[in-house]
């Protein structure tokens, strides 16, 4: 069994991971730290995990050498560590952003201050499988994804791939998020009665995650919008691009199931009939399925481009397991294949 | 117009009762206090006041004289001002927990501590119109309501009334409430994540507001227990009552009908179809009626009676300002017509 | 008192014109309409209005002459029977769809198919007050607005008006929708395990109520893309519109403040702190105001303008009782003061 | 591989088969049936299944022999054709109501029917492990289980099979559930804007699975009351019940230890701090578990028993896998690993 170990494990990305973990036939979980819950079972945070894991928090100042080790500590502080964690494990996966942006000037802008380990930056391979999973194949170390660029950069994939999108084209994607994007600690606005119900454009542009989509596709014009509504796990992206003249609907259908094709987490969902004829984060609660879709305004070349994931899952945990898989040559989808519940 | 203040009007109750008498066509508001919010509109805790009212929280500590005064202060506050509160307003609804019960012992017995004033708890009538309308008329001070009592009171008041229950019966009463009881203040169990969805018996029995339902009714054997669901506003109290034998099903009518009709505020729901057969919370949002029905297992004469309410209306602010209505002499109804929305 | 009826009473935008007009100072109820519910007491259909009106639905075959009538029959209906209508009052608001569109070829287009009474197109009033207030001051016959363009046509307003947005921008302007935008009836979808927790972009572009925008500010390029979210009431517009160059911070405050300025119903929410910084439907439920409010990125241009707003009111029924204000020469707020609920 | 068949797999226990039974290591679905789907693929229905099962619904009556049939179909209809089925399996497992009683006239009381066939009622052992393993272990016929009846007997398991019970005592249950019970069909209740945020006992008590719970136990004095909630998957039994004189904390722990000891689903929750201290459903959304507290209160011998499932996985369809992996000789908790997440 491959030892694994997880730095930070009392939040919401370090819960999930622990789930994936247990029930991973390759692995065994070794240690997994909080200092806050230092010597609490990890289902006294992580109650669906009762009866399950006897394991225990324990100080994230004596971790021990593994062979893999994930990282779900807050942003900024996988930076200043790193060089002491690579001294502990040949794999690193780190789900925080410090080494999603490969260009140290591009953090800067968007995180506001220089990076502490510009020099490592490189050596992370950007840990989206769907847009780079040979270099993760090959890589000891590999970033988290931010969940709201995973739907965004999935959203783009399929037009990109395929040179659809007119150059220079703006692009402004739409994202609706669940609250569980937020993170396990709680706020003024996060509170049950303020926070139930809304539809809160919150981030109208701006966000930090648009970052990782630049890095993707080299766009200019992009621009993020997040808007929160009520739901604790999802996230649906609304992309709005301008395709180049002649694009018919044929060259769209073949762009979208190559994508599929090429990649066992990613579905298209483009149906006639039924409840379900688009994709919807509501039945990905708990899977690594990104599904996709996408209309077509045939008059204007108006592209409507959709993606639904699991933020927790596809747009951090699952894909972090998933990097792992291809790390340590296995199956990309061991451990990731729990479908999501209908209804839900 | 008749001068009121709020002392303490950034929760949900005081903002509550800033909706209510900025609309209330016989009172001007003159002060509301917050010691945290000092100087900042009321619009900034209370949205929907924006353009409505331009309020300011003041400094509880320079109070005026008004003809009334609403305390909407965190319990045990009120209790050691009630002097200085007496010298500003000759009537005061006080909203906390701090005057509902007549008996310092049972204070003692349900809040773990000696009471700070009790010779001022017999001068002040229990706040609950539907049991205690000719004291309130006559009074002077004026307690509020436990939100969970007054679902619990109102579901028994018709047999309890009409003298149907056994002696000595043991009364079992669930109630089913939304986030908003536990007030403005957040905290780890209301984080929208953990708090979206539960169905949660947080207390099985030894809730406070026990202590008001059995001064009402002097109930020996009482067991409310309570479960949090996914919902901001609402309370539903279901209780569980042996009646006397031979109590029939038209004993139940007449008792029932009886106390809508003596009630403005209580109506009487037991439909035999559509979807609104039974008393919802869900109607009544920032209603102050309290809608009872009932169900009678006849060969048992285990009785089933319900009542909703909005616990931020009729199980706080609402009754508080009925109570103010009967104080002054006005319709009890004023300024509280709202009827609820359908659908909501 | 001024007599009004409502030719179909039993749906939601009829359910939300009889609790506002029970309440309006000015007017009776004389008749409330519905075949299904032919004798049956309204409050069976609506609960909120038990004990409040002892109103029944009555024929529509047997309706009185009135001196306003309000239409909220199915898309098509009325305009088949205008004719008869306009026999019976004076005066005419028509919720539904059919009067909204002042070109037949617009119609025709967006709904594809011939009006049936085209040359009454002319003599309606388009209902929003916002940007037609002194058209409906004096018509007798005043349509309704679509939720979604009422959302959509507020969010631009200020830009159009002020006259700050590039000649042929593209503009695409995304709106989440709550439940009740779908009406009374169920169907599949609206089943509540499939339809709770979705974020379900269901009309990537296309949507009929584009047209209203279109003939309200001319625009081209124009996208609207609905996505259902869980919600009851409410809907949110964020548009994203390309400003001329040379745009600043102070021309769109100047220009969103004189919007506010100039309707009553109208605010506008831009704040730096506090949990309530831009618009947001939930704090609006049963309330007939819009709050507006926007982000600039300043780099490109690029405007993030927001809308919220209840869709049975002002994007329904707030608007058409806002419209008989205006009609007959009353304070245009009258009856419409409730301010929406918080928390809720 | 053991080859399964499903009969009736478009409704929801019937998506929760096949979302187990396509990913259980010992089984291979041979057909699932649909009348009213033939043909197309189970993704359509369940869309969380696709991409991962290319399998179509097959028409009812072409049925093929194989190892195990479940049947997933409307009540009343597996009694007439039970006949049929044992011709065609050798095991069955019914998820349906009619064979969970043995005794034809307590059917005919809770079902107002006299049941199709009564000879076969004794062949089927009552499909809860939890209290009829062995029987279930060399059983052939298998019922299901009514999902308030499986919360309610685990509810009072562990008091009831340590003697704790005061005989003839009175058990109130109150039960509170989410909208996937109700099952896939739509109805006017079930329509998302009436169904959303409710609180509403819709069964005071009379409900049929209250049978399961008198056959488990005998009890005499019973009712269980049905409140639904804003939920979907989900249900918890808060069960109210007088204790013999004389049993003390110490007693009830060692009747809750040795439940959750006995099986291999069932978990003590009663934790003093976190904030999941008692049973939740919400951490159990299509997982197999069983999460049971209680609270005693000291003074009176009143206990408060807590049991909280999913309905469609403990309550219906996890439940009939794990009848199946015993009736098979297999581990217990085959294919049923998934834990449920946390936060969902």
Redesign the interface.
């Known amino acids: 069994m491959t030892k694994v170990s997880i730095v930070g494990g009392s939040g ?1 990305t370090g ?1 999930e991971l622990l ?1 994936l973990l ?2 991973h036939p390759q692995v065994e979980i070794h240690q997994v730290t909080s200092r806050a819950h230092l010597g609490e079972y990890i289902h ?9 894991s006897q394991l225990k928090f324990s100080d994230p100042g004596q971790l021990e050498p593994v062979d893999v080790l994930f990282l779900a500590v807050p942003h900024g502080e996988a930076q200043k560590k790193i060089q002491e964690y690579a001294g502990l494990a040949g794999k690193i996966v780190d789900l925080s952003a410090d080494f999603r942006l490969r260009d140290p000037a591009l953090y800067e802008k968007w995180y506001g201050q220089v990076h502490a380990a510009p020099q490592w930056l490189e050596k992370f391979a950007y840990g989206l499988p769907e847009i780079n999973r040979e270099a993760i194949r090959k890589a000891d170390y590999v970033s988290g994804v931010g969940c709201n660029a995973t739907a965004s950069i999935l959203s783009l994939l399929p037009v990109m791939q395929a040179g659809l999108v007119e150059a220079g084209a ?1 692009v ?1 994607i ?1 994202i ?1 998020v ?3 994007e ?1 993170g ?19 981030s ?3 966000h930090r995650h648009t970052a990782e989509v630049i890095q993707a596709f080299g766009l200019e ?1 992009l ?1 993020l ?1 997040m ?1 929160a ?6 996230a ?1 992206a ?1 992309a ?1 691009v ?1 395709l180049k003249p002649g694009v018919a609907m044929k060259d769209l259908w073949k762009a979208y199931r190559a994508v ?1 094709q090429e990649n066992p987490f990613v ?1 298209l ?1 483009n ?1 006639k009939r ?5 994709p ?8 690594n ?1 990104a ?1 996709l879709g996408f ?1 077509l ?1 045939e008059e ?1 070349n ?1 592209l ?1 481009s ?1 993606c ?1 994931i699991d933020n927790l899952m596809k747009g951090a945990s699952g894909s972090a397991v998933q990097c792992m898989n291809l790390m340590m040559g296995w199956d990309e989808m061991t451990g990731l ?8």
């Open positions: 919401y819960g789930r247990t029930f006294q945070m992580h109650p669906n995990l009762r009866k399950i703006a402004t739409e609706k669940g609250s569980s937020g396990a600690s709680v706020n003024a606005g996060s509170h049950h009665p303020e926070r139930s119900g809304v539809i809160r454009t919150f109208p542009f701006g014009k621009w919008t808007t509504v009520d739901l604790v796990r999802g649906l609304t709005h301008q599929a579905r969902v149906e039924g409840i379900y004829r688009v919807e984060p509501k039945v990905l609660a708990g899977s399925y599904d209309a305004d204007s108006h409507v959709i639904a294949e729990f479908p999501g519940l209908h209804p839900a």
